[in-house]
C-alpha cells in the first residue's frame, strides 16, 4: 500500500499534476506518526509513510493548502474523507484545488492503544502483513493490529470515501451494525448522579491545551469563540469546574449536526478524556429525534440543525427519557 | 463610558402604588455611567417628555433608561422624545416595571428589588447600545406579476387601477391560464370564457400594463423595493409588432398532426398557431418541435401566405431587463401526471379521461364542438363514473397528501351539467367525503343529488377495466350498503390532484422566496399575511400557495395587489435597524446562517483580507439590511460568532443576563 | 405561592420573544395575575436568538433555572425561528441532562400573546420545581461568587 501510494505521489507531483502532497511521516519517535505536507519528490523517497499507525485525519489541513497555489494531493481513509466532504459542503475547502485519492482502512492503532495491552518502554514499531513487530526495552513482542485497535476503529461506522477522484483498493460500505453508540447508552442509563460524577472525573482532567479543537476537522473557524475577547466568553485557563464544563459543551454544540465522528477530538487528549461521547450524544440524538444523518456522506447535505420539521419533538422529550430515574 | 439618564414612571399609582419608585431612582443613581436619576409621576405626558429631554441636554447623555410600562407600549414614544433631544433614538432601553412587577407583585419589598434588578439590567445594556440608523433605499414603482392566468390578471388589473405600471410574464403564448380551458364555473355556472376573456382584453388595452407572453424569468437579483430581473422572451419566429392575429397562417400551414395542448391532446392543431380564437396577445407562435421549415428548412408556406411579412424563421430567444419594486408569484397549478395510477386504466382506455379533459369535451370550442361524446368511438356514453380523490389525501407516496379542495364541486358541476343537458345518462360519482365549504357551495352539491338526481357513492374504485366491447367496469365499494359494485360504465371521469406548477420551484429558488414540501409557496404569516412571502417585497397570488378555487383565487389575487400597491405607494422603504450583521473577519463562509435566514437576506461572496501581511482570499457572508427582519436565527447558527444582532447583540444579552444574576 | 424552602429564593433568567410570549407576560401583568418575583424576564425577538451560551452564562452567574418562552410551532412572527430553537433547546437540554445537570433547571415552553394565564401558571411551577431542586451547584462558577 505504501509503496502504491508514494508512486502515485511521485508520479503526480513529478508531472506537475499536483503541487504539493498531504501524507504521513515519522514524529519525534518512530512510532509517533505524524501529518505531512510534501514538496519534492526527495521528501516522499525518503519520508512518506504509510502504515497501521497512520491515524491522523488530514482533510483539515486542506483549510489552508487548498487556498494555495496549485494543487494539492491529499491521501484520505474513509473518516478523513467524510470529514474533507463536510468541509467542502461548508466551503471550507476549494475542491477544484485538491486531487483527493481514497485509500482503503482497515482501522489504526496508536502507541497508546498498544500501552494498554501492557506494552511498555517501546522504542521502535514495525509492521508486516497485519502484524506489528514492537520492539521494547525488554524485549519483542509480535501483535496483530486487529488486536490493538483504537475504540473509534473498533467500532467503525463506514468504509466508504464520500468524496475521492481515484481509489487506491477497495471501496467499502458503511458498517450496518456498528455499536459506536453503545457507551453513549450505558452512560445514559446512569443516574444524574452518576452521570454528574462519570464527567466530572473525565472533564476535571482538562487542561484546556485546546489540542481536542486544534485537531477537529469541524472546529476551523477562523477565530474560535474561546479565543475573541469581543465574544464575552474567552477564556483560556482551567481553572473551574464551570470553565470545562462550559468549553466542551459549547464546543461539541458548535459541532453538532457537522462533527462526522473521526474521533480526532479523543486521539489526541493528553489527559485520555473520552471527548467523543460528546459528540456521539448530539449524533445519537440527532438520529432518534430527526432521523439518521451522517455529516459528509453526500456533499451539499443540510445539516440538521439548520434544518426543521414541523412536528419535531419537545425539548421535553428530554424529561421523558433516559437514565436510571425514568427508566 | 456612556453617560446615562434614568427615568423611573410612577405611572399614576399603577407602578408606585408597589414599588417604591423614589427607592429605585436613589438606588440605580449609584450604577456605573449613571449621571442623573429621577422619578415623575407620568414619564409619557407631555411634562414628563419634558423631564427627560432637559436631561439629556443639561447632562450631555448618551443614553437613556425608562422605568416604565411594557416597551410594547411605549417604546416608540420614548425613542421619539430622545430622538427630540438629539440623541440617537436606539440608545433607548426601557426597564418594564409596571406589567412585569408592580402588576403582579404585592410585597412592595420584594417589587421595589427587582424593579432595581430590571433597571440594573437595563442600564448594563444601554452601556452597549451603539447609535442605529435604519437605512433607507428607493422603491421602484412598478410591479412584475409571474403567471397570466386569473389570479395574475386580477393582481395586475387591481395594481394598474391604482396607477402603477405592472409586467405580466406568461409563459404561454397567450395569459388567461386554466380559467380558458374550463366551460362553466361553479356554482353559478356561468361560462368562463365570458368572464375571463374580458378581463384578458382589459389587460392588453390597459396602458399601464405590459404583457410578456411566451416569456420566463431567467434571473432575479436585488430586493424589496429594488429587483432587478431579466426576462427571457422566447422565440416564438412571429414579429410581435407585425402579426395581425388574422390566423390565415394557422389554416395553411401544412403540418396538421400537432396535439393541441388547448384541448389536451384531444385533437390537433398546425405548427403555426393562435391557442384558441380569444387568445391575448392574439399572436401567431411557431412550435419549433414541428415546424418542417424550422427542422429541415423546406416548406415557408406560413411566411408566404402572410400579408403583414411578420414571420421571422430566423428569430431567437431575447433578454429584456426591467427593475421592479414588487414582485408577484402567480404561477398556479395543473393536474398531476396518473401515471401512477394504472388500476383507473387511464394511460389503457381513451374514454377514462381526467375532469379537465372533459371539460375540453363538453365546451363548445371544444374538439366535439360542445357535444359530450367517447374519445375512442365519438358514442354518447350513457353512464358515466366520476372518481373522486385521484392522488389527492394520498398518503401512499403515489398522489399527494392534501385535499386538493376544487375536485368536489367541479364534479358536482360536471355531473349536474351532463344531467341537465343528457338526461337519459346515469352519472355515478365515487368519493370518499363531499367537502363544500363556500358560499352557496353545499347548496349546489345538494342540487345534483336532490334535483339531478347524480348517485353519489361513497367508496373509492379498487379498479376500473376496459372490456372487449368497449365498455369500462368499475369496481368499487359501497361503504354504506357494505356491498361491492361492478359498475358496467362508457365513460370514466378522474379527479386528479393539483399540484403547483413545474416552474415554481426554481423560480422560489430564484426569488429566495420558501416553499412547503409539496412545492407551494408559504406565506409570511399563515393567518395574518396570507399573501405575502416571508422573502420582503415578494407576494402570492392565487393556486401557488395552495389549492383554490377561482372565488377565493381571485379575492387572493386581489389582496396581493393591495399589499403591492401598499408598497409601491412609498418613495422610500424605512428598514428596521436591528438587524443581523457579519463581522468578516470572523465568518468563516460556511453558509449555516444563510441555511437558516427565512428571508434570503444573506449572501457569499470572496473578498480579499489582509492578514499577517498577505493577501487571502475568502468568503464571506453579508447580510442586505433591506431584507433582514432580525430574528437573529443566524447568529446562533453561526459558530464562530461573526453574526451578530443590532439592539440585541451577543454582548447585550449577557450583560442583562449577568446583571440579573449579579444580586 | 407557597414556598417549599423559605430560605432558598432561586435566581430564574426568562428568554421571552418579542412577538408571543413577551406580549403574553404583558397580559399577565395587565390581567393583574401573579407570579414569583424570582423570574427575571429579558426580551429577545424571537426564541431563534437564544444562543446555548446565554443559557451556560446565566448558570455561570449564578441562575438556578432558565426558561425560554416562544410563540407555538406555527405562529412564529419570523415563520420559521421556533422551529430552529426548538431543535437546538432539545438537544442543549439532552446534553446538560446527559452530562448530570438537572433537567429541570431549563424549559422550553411555548406562550402566545393572548396566554397571559399560561404564562403566569408557567413561571409559577418553572419557580416551584427548581426551588424544590435547591441551588445549582453542578453548574456554577465558583470565580462569580464574591
Redesign the interface.
Same mark, same amino acid.
Not at chain 1, 444524574?192 to 466530572?200: I, L, S, T, V, Y
Not at chain 2, 402588576?103 to 410585597?107: F, G, R, S, V, Y
Not at chain 3, 393583574?32 to 407570579?35: A, D, K, N
Given at each position: 500500500m505504501q509503496e502504491m501510494m508514494k508512486k502515485k505521489a511521485i508520479e503526480l507531483l513529478g508531472s506537475g499534476a499536483v503541487a504539493r502532497v498531504l501524507g504521513w511521516k515519522k514524529g519525534e519517535f518512530d512510532y509517533d506518526i505524524t501529518p505531512a505536507v510534501f514538496e519534492s519528490i526527495e521528501e516522499i523517497e525518503n519520508e512518506f509513510i504509510y502504515n497501521s499507525l497512520c491515524s491522523p485525519n488530514l482533510s483539515k489541513y486542506l483549510v489552508k493548502e487548498s487556498r494555495k497555489e496549485g494543487k494539492t494531493l491529499i491521501f484520505l481513509k474513509p473518516c478523513d474523507s467524510y470529514s474533507l466532504s463536510q468541509l467542502i459542503t461548508e466551503h471550507r475547502v476549494v475542491r477544484e484545488n485538491v486531487y483527493a485519492i481514497g485509500i482503503e482502512c482497515y482501522g489504526k492503532t496508536d502507541a497508546d492503544t498498544i500501552k494498554e495491552k501492557g506494552i511498555k518502554g517501546i522504542t521502535k514499531i514495525t509492521e508486516n502483513d497485519g502484524v506489528l513487530n514492537i520492539e521494547t526495552l525488554y524485549g519483542n513482542e509480535k501483535v496483530p493490529v486487529y488486536e490493538v485497535l483504537r475504540e473509534r476503529c473498533v467500532n467503525c461506522k463506514s468504509k466508504k470515501h464520500p468524496v475521492y477522484d481515484e481509489l487506491i483498493g477497495e471501496e467499502g460500505q458503511a458498517v450496518d451494525d456498528c455499536e459506536r453508540f453503545s457507551e453513549?447508552d450505558r452512560?445514559?442509563r446512569m443516574t444524574?448522579?452518576?452521570?454528574?460524577?462519570?464527567?466530572?472525573g473525565e472533564l476535571s482532567r482538562c487542561i484546556r491545551c485546546n489540542a481536542c479543537r486544534n485537531v477537529c476537522p469541524a472546529c476551523t473557524c477562523e477565530k474560535c469563540?474561546f479565543d475573541n475577547d469581543a465574544s464575552? #466568553?474567552a477564556q483560556k485557563a482551567a481553572?473551574?469546574?464551570?470553565?470545562e464544563?462550559?468549553f466542551h459543551?459549547?464546543r461539541?454544540?458548535h459541532v453538532?449536526g457537522r462533527c462526522t465522528d473521526c474521533g480526532e477530538c479523543s486521539r489526541v487528549c493528553p489527559q485520555n478524556i473520552p471527548l467523543h461521547l +460528546?459528540n456521539r450524544?448530539?449524533i445519537k440524538?440527532?438520529n432518534e +429525534?430527526?432521523g439518521n444523518y451522517q455529516p459528509g456522506e453526500n456533499i451539499g447535505n443540510r445539516s440538521?440543525? @439548520?434544518?426543521?420539521?414541523?412536528n419535531?419533538?419537545?425539548?421535553?422529550?428530554?424529561?421523558k427519557r433516559?437514565?436510571k430515574d425514568n427508566a | 463610558m456612556q453617560r446615562i439618564g434614568v427615568f423611573v414612571c410612577h405611572c399614576g399609582t399603577n407602578i408606585a402604588a408597589t414599588v417604591d419608585v423614589k427607592a429605585v431612582a436613589e438606588a440605580l443613581k449609584y450604577e456605573p455611567g449613571v449621571v442623573v436619576s429621577t422619578e415623575y409621576q407620568y414619564m409619557c405626558s407631555e411634562a414628563g417628555q419634558e423631564l427627560i429631554k432637559n436631561a439629556i441636554k443639561e447632562n450631555a447623555l448618551t443614553g437613556v433608561v425608562v422605568c416604565s410600562c411594557?416597551? *410594547?407600549?411605549h417604546e416608540a414614544t420614548f425613542r421619539k422624545t430622545v430622538a427630540a433631544a438629539g440623541l440617537n433614538p436606539y440608545m433607548l432601553e426601557i426597564a418594564?416595571i409596571?406589567?412585569?412587577?408592580s402588576? #403582579?407583585?404585592?410585597?412592595i419589598e420584594?417589587?421595589t428589588?427587582?424593579a432595581i #434588578?430590571?433597571g440594573r439590567?437595563a442600564i448594563a445594556k444601554v452601556h452597549l447600545n451603539a447609535p442605529l440608523t435604519a437605512g433607507e433605499s428607493p422603491v421602484v414603482k412598478r410591479a412584475l406579476v409571474i403567471g397570466g392566468g386569473i389570479a395574475g390578471i386580477q393582481t395586475a388589473l387591481d395594481i394598474a387601477e391604482a396607477g402603477f405600471e405592472v409586467d405580466i410574464v406568461e409563459k404561454n403564448p397567450t395569459i388567461g391560464g386554466k380559467m380558458t380551458q374550463l366551460d362553466k364555473t361553479f356554482p353559478t355556472l356561468d361560462c368562463a370564457a365570458c368572464i375571463l376573456t374580458p378581463k384578458m382584453v382589459d389587460c392588453a388595452q390597459n396602458d399601464k400594463i405590459k404583457i410578456y407572453s411566451y416569456s420566463e424569468v431567467s434571473e432575479v437579483k436585488g430586493f424589496v423595493g429594488n429587483f432587478d430581473v431579466t426576462i427571457k422572451r422566447k422565440a416564438r419566429y412571429v414579429d410581435e409588432n407585425k402579426c395581425t392575429g388574422c390566423g390565415l397562417c394557422t389554416e395553411k400551414c401544412p403540418q396538421k398532426k400537432v396535439p393541441n395542448e388547448f384541448n389536451l391532446g384531444l385533437d390537433n392543431r398546425r405548427a403555426i398557431y393562435i391557442p384558441f380564437a380569444q387568445a391575448v396577445p392574439k399572436i401567431a407562435t411557431i412550435d419549433a418541435d414541428y415546424c418542417t421549415m424550422l427542422k429541415s428548412g423546406k416548406c415557408g408556406v406560413c411566411s408566404k401566405v402572410c400579408t403583414a411579412g411578420a414571420i421571422d424563421y430566423k428569430q431567437e430567444d431575447s433578454f429584456v431587463n426591467e427593475k421592479y419594486g414588487a414582485i408577484v408569484v402567480a404561477t398556479g397549478f395543473n393536474p398531476i401526471k396518473l401515471d401512477k395510477y394504472d388500476e383507473f386504466a387511464y394511460s389503457q382506455s381513451a374514454d377514462v379521461i381526467t375532469s379537465l379533459e372533459l371539460e375540453r369535451l363538453m365546451n363548445a370550442a371544444g374538439p366535439n364542438g360542445g357535444t359530450l361524446l367517447r374519445p375512442s368511438d365519438k358514442k354518447h356514453p350513457h353512464r358515466i363514473a366520476f372518481i373522486q380523490c385521484v392522488g389527492s389525501r394520498c398518503d401512499d407516496g403515489k398522489g399527494k397528501s392534501y385535499c386538493s379542495k376544487i375536485c368536489c364541486m367541479y364534479t358536482a358541476k360536471h355531473a349536474m351539467l351532463i344531467r341537465e343537458k343528457y338526461p337519459d345518462t346515469e352519472v355515478y360519482v365515487f368519493y370518499i367525503d363531499v367537502r363544500t365549504p363556500g358560499k352557496n357551495f353545499d347548496e349546489f352539491y345538494r342540487r345534483a343529488v336532490e334535483e339531478y338526481g347524480v348517485n353519489y357513492i361513497k367508496g373509492m374504485v379498487g379498479k376500473v377495466l376496459p372490456e372487449p366491447d368497449g365498455t369500462l367496469t368499475v369496481r368499487a365499494s359501497d361503504l354504506l350498503n357494505g356491498t361491492q359494485l361492478n359498475l358496467s360504465c362508457d365513460l370514466v371521469v378522474l379527479a386528479a390532484a393539483i399540484e403547483p406548477d413545474k416552474s415554481a420551484r426554481p423560480l422560489a429558488t430564484m426569488l429566495t422566496a !420558501?416553499m412547503d414540501t409539496n412545492d407551494f409557496f408559504?406565506e409570511?404569516?399563515?393567518k395574518l399575511r396570507p399573501v405575502e412571502s416571508?422573502t420582503a417585497g415578494i407576494f402570492l397570488s392565487g393556486a401557488c400557495q395552495g389549492p383554490k378555487d377561482i372565488p377565493e383565487t381571485v379575492s387572493q389575487a386581489s389582496a396581493c395587489a393591495a399589499k403591492v400597491i401598499g408598497l409601491l405607494a412609498k418613495n422610500t422603504l424605512k428598514g428596521n435597524p436591528?438587524v443581523a450583521h457579519s463581522d468578516e473577519l470572523l465568518c468563516n463562509g460556511c453558509s449555516s446562517c444563510e441555511k437558516?435566514c427565512?428571508y434570503g437576506a444573506i449572501s457569499y461572496s470572496d473578498k480579499e483580507f489582509r492578514i499577517n501581511g498577505k493577501m487571502v482570499t475568502r468568503r464571506v457572508a453579508s447580510v442586505n439590511p433591506a431584507v433582514c427582519?432580525?430574528?437573529?436565527?443566524c447568529?446562533?447558527?453561526c459558530p464562530s460568532g461573526a453574526m451578530d444582532?443590532n439592539g440585541?447583540s451577543?454582548s447585550q444579552?449577557?450583560a442583562?443576563?449577568?446583571a440579573?444574576? %449579579?444580586? | 405561592m407557597q414556598m417549599v424552602n423559605n430560605e432558598f429564593k432561586p %435566581?430564574i433568567?426568562a428568554f421571552c420573544c418579542?412577538w408571543c410570549s413577551?406580549?403574553g407576560?404583558?397580559l399577565?401583568? @395587565?390581567n393583574?395575575?401573579?407570579?414569583p418575583?424570582e423570574v427575571?424576564?429579558?426580551?429577545?425577538?424571537?426564541s431563534? $436568538?437564544?444562543?446555548?451560551?446565554?443559557i451556560? *452564562?446565566?448558570?455561570? *452567574?449564578?441562575?438556578d433555572g432558565v426558561i425560554i418562552c416562544g410563540c407555538h410551532?406555527?405562529d412564529c412572527?419570523?415563520?420559521?425561528?421556533n422551529?430552529?430553537a *426548538? $431543535?437546538?433547546? @432539545?438537544?442543549?437540554? !439532552?446534553?446538560?441532562?446527559?452530562?448530570?445537570?438537572?433537567?429541570?433547571r @431549563?424549559?422550553?415552553e411555548w406562550v402566545s400573546a393572548a396566554e397571559g394565564q399560561k404564562f403566569?401558571s408557567t413561571m409559577s411551577d418553572f419557580v416551584k420545581t427548581v426551588t424544590e431542586l435547591g441551588k445549582n451547584k453542578?453548574?456554577?462558577?465558583? $470565580?462569580c461568587k464574591k
Open positions: 453513549v452512560i445514559e444524574p448522579e452518576e452521570r454528574f460524577a462519570f464527567f466530572r469563540v464575552g #466568553i481553572s473551574d469546574s464551570f470553565e464544563n462550559m459543551i459549547i461539541a454544540f453538532a +460528546l450524544k448530539f440524538d440527532i +429525534l430527526y440538521p440543525l @439548520t434544518d426543521y420539521t414541523q419535531d419533538a419537545e425539548p421535553n422529550i428530554v424529561y433516559g437514565g | 411594557s416597551p *410594547r407600549m418594564n409596571r406589567e412585569q412587577v402588576w #403582579i407583585h404585592k410585597n420584594e417589587a428589588e427587582k #434588578i430590571l439590567a !420558501s408559504t409570511a404569516h399563515p416571508p436591528c437558516v427565512p427582519q432580525g430574528c437573529g436565527a447568529t446562533v447558527a444582532l440585541f451577543n444579552i449577557m442583562e443576563v449577568d440579573i444574576c %449579579k444580586w | %435566581k433568567v418579542n413577551y406580549a407576560a404583558d399577565a401583568g @395587565t393583574r395575575l401573579q407570579y418575583a427575571k424576564i429579558i426580551r429577545v425577538p424571537c431563534c $436568538r437564544v444562543n446555548p451560551m446565554f451556560l *452564562r446565566a448558570f455561570q *452567574r449564578g441562575a410551532p406555527g412572527h419570523y415563520t420559521t425561528g422551529y430552529y *426548538r $431543535r437546538r433547546m @432539545t438537544l442543549l437540554f !439532552s446534553m446538560l441532562d446527559f452530562l448530570g445537570i438537572e433537567k429541570e @431549563t424549559r422550553l403566569a453542578r453548574l456554577e462558577d465558583l $470565580r
